[in-house]
T-cell receptor, first 113, second 113 residues
């Protein structure tokens, strides 16, 4: 069965600093990987997705993620964090069989001024 | 373009009572999902529809939860009788089809007391 691990429950960074959120997945075949963001009281918004091809994926709001098969990772990065990036971030894995996403438990990002 | 609509947004009920949530997906989206998100956890798939047929309901507690998608558009998720552990946000989501971007509604917050 597929699974996703987000090792960091909570991360605090200063505004303008760089950010990396970790995601490790478990899946037997080539995974389909996603990062979603959830602001308080809101639904989830897709930041980016990886299906195949270039392992460095660009998303919205200046985010990018890199797929590393050897490490079973799909870490999310942003070079300079803005206060509006404070939210909860979820990594998810999907497969062609179940056709639904399995989510990690999330990482809460706090941005200090 | 209108997003995924859900109602009610908030509901408080006593244990053993029943509750129903409604979802209207994005127009033309064939795939509809219901996810349960318990506080501090990632969303967990309850049921997935393709048009009006069930694709996956393996994690739906069928002794108390039911869902339908008559006519392949709107969907209703019902809980009867509710338990304290059902307190969560119930997220409806939709997509055009397999592996297309999944769009989430803002969720229906349920508190069981």
């Amino acid at each position: 069965a597929q699974s996703v691990t987000q090792p960091d429950i909570h991360i605090t960074v200063s505004e303008g600093a760089s950010l990396e959120l970790r995601c490790n997945y478990s899946y037997g075949a080539t995974p389909y990987l996603f990062w979603y963001v959830q602001s308080p009281g809101q639904g989830l918004q897709l930041l980016l997705k990886y299906f195949s091809g270039d392992t460095l994926v660009q998303g919205i709001k200046g985010f990018e993620a890199e797929f590393k098969r050897s490490q079973s990772s799909f870490n999310l990065r942003k070079p300079s964090v803005h206060w509006s990036d404070a939210a909860e971030y979820f990594c998810a894995v999907g497969d062609t069989g179940r056709r639904a996403l399995t989510f990690g438990s999330g990482t809460r990002l706090q941005v200090q001024p | 373009e209108a997003g995924v609509a859900q109602s009610p947004r908030y509901k408080i009920i006593e244990k053993r009572q029943s509750v129903a949530f409604w979802c209207n997906p994005i127009s033309g989206h064939a795939t509809l999902y219901w996810y349960q998100q318990i506080l501090g956890q990632g969303p967990k798939l309850l049921i997935q529809f393709q048009n009006n047929g069930v694709v996956d309901d393996s994690q739906l507690p069928k002794d108390r939860f039911s869902a339908e998608r008559l006519k392949g558009v709107d969907s209703t998720l019902k809980i009867q009788p509710a338990k304290l552990e059902d307190s969560a946000v119930y997220l409806c989501a939709s997509s055009l089809g397999q592996l297309d971007t999944i769009y989430f509604g803002e969720g229906s917050w349920l508190t069981v007391v």
